[in-house]
């Protein structure tokens, strides 16, 4: 069976379109349980109705005809119950309803099942027979089986856009869910890649004179040569150099004459100039794709992006011009940085890419951009909505298509409050970030890209709460060595003048990964990580020990934290390292003040050591974001469990209260440089805790400083301990949210972040 099981998957898995995957479906499931009707029936997005799609036994011409509303009929019934439903007399069954269309009177023993994916039933699955024999236990487990091992099967090719869509109606507003990659709302028009840059749809061809094929190839290079020098220099001026450095990337590829050696062979042996690209890339994307590690999965990405560009080319004589809208959305399965290059200056509104993640390059280079932006929209058909109205709601991470009016207005009405917002608080700059009795949090920005220093200093922040070092490690094909780090830290430590800069020493590993280091785990998130990973690699920390050492000479800004650490003892070698590299540097006659040195507080293990940690270092720094994953036990990553993953779940609070109160009790400061720190609601319980300091993006400064000096110290502490005797995280929101409204802060609890009236939820209905 689990072969069967396997060959259905695999074959549904690569299906060229749903219809034929569901056919397939339903023939080997005929086949296999020996049945005379396999039927698959999904249920209409649009209306929730369960259509009857695939039928292997009953007559094709009732495909499509048969509808039935959730709880009619005895599909109905089955996905209203979300449970099997096994019937001897179907005929019998008070919520039978007969469809003369399909001649399935003829059938009399019914079996059917539910497809669920995640909780949502997505279709029924049913078999049925004539002979009144009924079926049995081990029917009903196989088919069970089988719905479950095809369920996610189905959806992605229910949803991965093509075609077949286009007989799907979309409601009066839908959004599609995604990651937040970068925040703000944006309205445009979508633009997605052209079709004639597809390399998927191009055929295997021969060429009818290889010299044209050759030449009209070369031609094709040439001009994307130049398109990417042209687009490097437009970006020159909107993007930090380590940003720009990626755009070299795919000029690196399509300067490589291997690569351009073997098309040109292969419109030399007589292919068509398109089909051998096609060949050739697809032969090198394969040895990428192949590897485990996602960031060397990306340059999978980047070689088909820059070989599209070539493709377009050649097809320059039917190619559209590109004409771009005023306000655009660029869509697509991914959008590359020679994408954004080519759009016209301030007419880029927001991106949405239906792969990648927040860590995506393109997700850093949006928010160095401020372009609000969407990763991983899996479901979002971006293919049949090409030149349609969207709203990308970059807080959210959802992608509204077709807007109605009222949701147009009311996102149009956002925009232009957060632009207000954005300009009234400019006036708190220079203001402090005290609360109305008298307590002061400073604010710093947490920083990984050098325009998130200058945003941090536009935004009045104290100094860098968290530079996260493995971002310029990530933008690069290897390690950087001393000399190149020590480059990076000095301008950054230079750029904050005097203001405090906290360093946090390479925290790889998990979501984190650099092309060139690959961490291949099973359970990476509880894996080789951070501090556990340069302890090990003594040679990769000492040299960013001593660069960051030297940097700091004759600045003397530089404050050093480790990140992931559980145990003391690996405070206690970070420290001995940390000697070291001071020791080595004083043997070549550099001598330097030490740098006060801090310990992130992520592990909730971490906690319970702080007492004797707080002998070793002079700061703490609470990590929300990996506490609330550990304390949870739910991945930060996945979007599975995404929405079990809050950082103002009641556990969470009292573990967060108890470490400031830890950190208090040794008289060590102590900061929160997890997301929940730029969330308005998470950031007035932080200050209730006692937390000194606070560390955010920078654009969360002025929003961030509007709370702190809306409230009292007292009101915050009230508020705290209203929270910490809730069990429910929805509860606690409310109480902040009114709290915050009470305040006069409503502006901050964006009404985007609601269902907006009349929207609906692709994924949920
Ligand atoms: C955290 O875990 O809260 C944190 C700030 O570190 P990062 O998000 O980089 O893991
Ligand atoms: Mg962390």
Redesign the pocket.
Known sequence: MLDTLRQIADEVGHANDLQGALNLVTGWVKQTMQVGVCSVYLRDPGQGDFVLMATDGLRPESVLKVRLAPGTGLVGLVAERQEPLLLRNATDHPAYRHFPETGEELYTGFLGVPINYFRKVQGVLVVQHRQDTGFGDNDIAFLVTIASQLAGAIHEAATLGDDRQASRPLSDTLYFRGAAGAPGVGIGTLLTPSPYADLDAVPDRDGRDPEVEEAAFRKAVLAVEEELGKGSKRMADLLPEEVRDLFDVYALFISDSGLIDDIVARIRKGKWAATALRAAIDERSAVFNRMPDPYLRQRSEDIRAVARRILLHLHSDSRDPCSYPQRCILAGDEVSLARIADVPPGRLAGIVCRHGSTMSHIALIARSLGIPAIMGAQDFPFRRLQGSTVVVDGYEGRVFTDPSPVVLSEFQRLAREEQQLVSSLAELRDLPSETSDGTTVPLYANAGLASDITLGRNNGAAGIG?Y?TEFPFMLRESFPGEEAQYRIYRSILEACDSLPVTMRTL?IGADKALPYFPIKEENAALGWRGIRVTLDHPEIFLTQLRAMLRANLGLGNLHILFPMVSRLDEIEAASALLGQACDSLKNEGIRGKKPPVGVMI?VPAAIYSMQHMAEHVDFFSL????LTQYLLAVDRGNEHVSQLYDHLHPAVLHCIRDAIGQARRTGKPVSV??EMAADPLGAVLLLGMGADSLSMAAPAIPHIKWVIRSFSFSQARALLDQALGMTDAGAIRSLLSTALENAGLGGLIRAGADILPGCRDQQTG
């Open positions: 968290l996260r925290d992520e990590g929300t974001n990996d440089c997890g």
